[in-house]
Structures are given as C-alpha cells and as structure tokens.
C-alpha cells in the first residue's frame, strides 16, 4: 500500500502562483506514473498534469501555465501552477501507479481556490 500526502494548497487571486506538493510513503522509483488530477464542484475529476513513460502530458485547460515534476531522491511530486484562473478552482489529487495496467494509488486532495 502507498500512501500519497498533498499539501501547497490554499486561497489565491487569479494571476497568483501556488505549488502543490505530494509525498509518497514508498520509493518513487517504484511508482512510473505521476499525476496531478482535479475535481470541481459538480464535475468529474479530471487529469491535469502527468509524468510517464519518460514524458510528460497536460490538458489543454492548463499547458503553458502548470509544470509537473519528481525529485526521486525525496519522493516528491510537485505541480507549479502560474497564471492561476478561477476556472482552476477544484480539490487536486495526487495519484501514482506502478505501471500501466496496476491501480492508482490516490491522495486525500488539496482545495485550490481561486479568486477572481
């Protein structure tokens, strides 16, 4: 069992900046996808950013704009999130898997609102 810690979440205006931050309990050299997913009100949770097979992919919604990324060495996985909009309002998920094909292991989520 893995378990994923967020936290870097909080209230900011739109145009500010904030960095989500995820800790994994095991090695992340284990875990080969990363992802940042999100949920708003009344919507389904959605992908935002994620690291695999070597690569990283965003949604539209949010490229040019948020970086995902892995430090290995702390078993981190962070989400540098610029230019923030309120449609960007949502809990956000840490989730990582070992691989395609095994299940994705979720964090508890960090609320991320975004003022207008």
């Known amino acids: 069992q893995v378990e994923l810690v967020e936290s870097g979440g909080g209230l900011v205006q739109a145009g500010g900046s904030l960095r989500l931050s995820c800790g994994a309990s095991t090695n992340i050299f284990r875990l080969n996808d990363m992802g940042w997913y999100r949920q708003a009100p009344g919507k389904q949770r959605e992908l935002v950013a994620i690291?695999?097979?070597?690569?990283?992919n965003y949604t539209d919604s949010v490229k040019g704009r948020f970086t995902i990324s892995r430090d290995s060495a702390k078993n981190m996985v962070y989400l540098q999130m610029n230019s923030l909009k309120p449609e960007d309002t949502a809990v956000y998920y840490c989730?990582?898997?070992?691989?395609?094909?095994?299940?994705?292991?979720w964090g508890q989520g960090t609320q991320v609102t975004v003022s207008s």
């Open positions: 989730a990582a898997r070992r691989s395609s094909g095994y299940a994705w292991y």
């Open positions: 690291l695999i097979s070597g690569g990283s």
